[in-house]
């Protein structure tokens, strides 16, 4: 079995970065980008995140930077714009960097007229230098997926995608304004396996306004039936203060915590019997997926895109409010759409805010991101590896690891700290054992 505590921290950091975006200031910005981006090594493979920001409608639970529109006007004006970010970007590294992994993120990505998507692939082709076994990835929104849009995806070259489904209990949808059927969802995933996407990942998610466990078992049985490569499981959030369209659940309708546990755990059980490996917090793939193989070889990876099995130590994000690492720290674009194309369409960077990270800031992301990954860190040789005592690290942490302990979520032993598998979905809590800026940064909702 697999058992939560609490069945999700709403108020934690999901650490797919650290330190994570409450750090950031505005102290670095487009210069400070411009030299870092110049400082990138010319032989060193880097991941590219593109974040399209539209939707066609509005889920209640979303808590990601997306608007809504019903015409492509809006949406062909900020690809303009992101092409020109692209160029911009692309001067300021020493030649054309190696790529091994493209991420497009939303919203939903595939909302743009395919030719478009097509044209923004060459662009990005035209000035970096694609690996040959590049993963390109998309997310997808399965109601509004296309034929045409599939043999899009195919000529771009994309060979991973991700499709938002959260849950198929018609109550639940309705609950979150997002209807769709199992055939919807099934004539998605076939049209991505016809047009050569050979890794396709299904988002599920518990903790829903009139989410039952018995619901969300069938919700993972009915993606299950689809046999995608991943799936991930993640708990809902209810942040209404950050986002004004969760203002639309109902709040009387959420699940307790001990119930979030329940539906997690049933979920979880679910996958693991239909033969899906448990990953790190909340993920789940097949044993030959590249996320399954990263994780028995030691490999797997959390960046700001989440769960991957993509070494690179550098992501370079391109579009409104998208982040990026680039070596020294990191970087974010201006969170509104219209002052971020202002800027690009000046000839400027449009990065606003981010953070310089420290040596000691490198030890504690390197020791979460081995917790959040494997379940486990040997604190002390993480340290040595940095050149730091692990003495201040274990002390600081020492109180809320005595806490866990005593709460049989985790063992620590000679200053290897490992938490049990039947606690997976409270890593976070363990996590933030080692977050210096937990305790005084204001609880928010971010999804890094």
């Given at each position: 079995?697999?058992?939560?505590?609490?069945?999700?921290?709403?108020?934690?950091?999901?650490?797919?970065?650290?330190?994570?975006?409450?750090?950031?200031?505005?102290?670095?910005?487009?210069?400070?980008?411009?030299?870092?981006?110049?400082?990138?090594?010319?032989?060193?493979?880097?991941?590219?995140?593109?974040?399209?920001?539209?939707?066609?409608?509005?889920?209640?639970?979303?808590?990601?930077?997306?608007?809504?529109?019903?015409?492509?006007?809006?949406?062909?004006?900020?690809l303009a714009m992101l092409g020109e970010e692209i160029r911009l970007v692309a001067e300021?590294?020493?030649?054309?960097?190696?790529?091994?992994?493209?991420?497009?993120?939303?919203?939903?990505?595939?909302?743009?007229?395919?030719?478009?998507?097509?044209?923004?692939?060459?662009?990005?082709?035209?000035?970096?230098?694609?690996?040959?076994?590049?993963?390109?990835?998309?997310?997808?929104?399965?109601?509004?997926?296309?034929?045409?849009?599939?043999?899009?995806?195919?000529?771009?070259?994309?060979?991973?995608?991700?499709?938002?489904?959260?849950?198929?209990?018609?109550?639940?949808?309705?609950?979150?304004?997002?209807?769709?059927?199992?055939?919807?969802?099934?004539?998605?995933?076939?049209?991505?396996?016809?047009?050569?996407?050979?890794?396709?990942?299904?988002?599920?998610?518990?903790?829903?306004?009139?989410?039952?466990?018995?619901?969300?078992?069938?919700?993972?049985?009915?993606?299950?039936a689809m046999r995608p490569d991943r799936l991930a499981v993640f708990g809902y959030a209810?942040?209404?203060?950050?986002?004004?369209?969760?203002?639309?659940?109902?709040?009387?309708?959420?699940?307790?915590?001990?119930?979030?546990?329940?539906?997690?755990?049933?979920?979880?059980?679910?996958?693991?019997?239909?033969?899906?490996?448990?990953?790190?917090?909340?993920?789940?793939?097949?044993?030959?997926?590249?996320?399954?193989?990263?994780?028995?070889?030691?490999?797997?990876?959390?960046?700001?895109?989440?769960?991957?099995?993509?070494?690179?130590?550098?992501?370079?994000?391109?579009?409104?409010?998208?982040?990026?690492?680039?070596?020294?720290?990191?970087?974010?674009?201006?969170?509104?759409?219209?002052?971020?194309?202002?800027?690009?369409?000046?000839?400027?960077?449009?990065?606003?805010?981010?953070?310089?990270?420290?040596?000691?800031?490198?030890?504690?992301?390197?020791?979460?991101?081995?917790?959040?990954?494997?379940?486990?860190?040997?604190?002390?040789?993480?340290?040595?590896?940095?050149?730091?005592?692990?003495?201040?690290?274990?002390?600081?942490?020492?109180?809320?690891?005595?806490?866990?302990?005593?709460?049989?979520?985790?063992?620590?032993?000679?200053?290897?700290?490992?938490?049990?598998?039947?606690?997976?979905?409270?890593?976070?809590?363990?996590?933030?054992?080692?977050?210096?800026?937990?305790?005084?940064?204001?609880?928010?909702?971010?999804?890094?």
């Amino acid at each position: 079995m697999f058992t939560s505590t609490t069945g999700g921290n709403a108020i934690l950091p999901w650490y797919t970065i650290y330190p994570t975006v409450e750090e950031f200031s505005s102290e670095i910005g487009t210069k400070i980008c411009e030299e870092w981006l110049r400082d990138l090594s010319p032989d060193d493979a880097v991941s590219l995140y593109l974040h399209i920001p539209f939707c066609r409608s509005m889920c209640w639970y979303c808590g990601f930077p997306t608007s809504t529109t019903r015409q492509d006007t809006s949406i062909l004006n900020y690809l303009a714009m992101l092409g020109e970010e692209i160029r911009l970007v692309a001067e300021q590294a020493p030649r054309a960097l190696p790529v091994s992994d493209v991420h497009f993120g939303g919203g939903t990505p595939t909302i743009m007229p395919p030719s478009n998507f097509v044209s923004l692939m060459e662009i990005l082709r035209s000035r970096f230098a694609f690996k040959k076994a590049a993963t390109v990835a998309v997310e997808i929104d399965p109601r509004t997926f296309t034929t045409e849009m599939g043999e899009a995806l195919e000529v771009a070259g994309v060979n991973r995608a991700s499709l938002g489904v959260q849950s198929f209990d018609p109550i639940v949808q309705k609950a979150i304004n997002r209807g769709q059927s199992q055939a919807q969802v099934l004539t998605a995933v076939q049209n991505l396996r016809v047009h050569g996407v050979d890794s396709v990942n299904i988002d599920l998610m518990f903790g829903l306004p009139h989410q039952t466990v018995q619901s969300c078992a069938e919700s993972a049985m009915a993606a299950v039936a689809m046999r995608p490569d991943r799936l991930a499981v993640f708990g809902y959030a209810h942040v209404p203060f950050y986002r004004k369209n969760q203002r639309l659940i109902d709040e009387e309708a959420l699940p307790d915590m001990a119930s979030r546990a329940e539906q997690a755990s049933a979920m979880a059980d679910t996958l693991v019997a239909a033969g899906y490996l448990p990953i790190g917090l909340d993920h789940f793939a097949l044993p030959n997926d590249k996320l399954a193989m990263a994780q028995r070889s030691g490999h797997l990876r959390r960046n700001s895109l989440g769960y991957s099995a993509d070494t690179c130590e550098t992501v370079i994000g391109f579009g409104a409010s998208a982040i990026g690492r680039l070596g020294k720290g990191y970087v974010q674009n201006e969170l509104v759409q219209t002052t971020y194309s202002q800027y690009i369409a000046a000839g400027r960077l449009a990065t606003s805010r981010g953070y310089r990270l420290t040596d000691e800031d490198a030890v504690r992301a390197a020791i979460i991101e081995q917790i959040m990954c494997n379940l486990e860190a040997n604190v002390p040789a993480i340290c040595l590896a940095h050149g730091f005592d692990p003495i201040h690290f274990l002390r600081s942490a020492e109180q809320e690891l005595g806490m866990l302990a005593a709460n049989g979520i985790l063992d620590v032993d000679n200053g290897v700290v490992r938490v049990r598998q039947d606690s997976r979905f409270v890593l976070r809590t363990v996590a933030a054992a080692f977050d210096a800026y937990i305790n005084r940064s204001p609880p928010g909702s971010s999804k890094q």
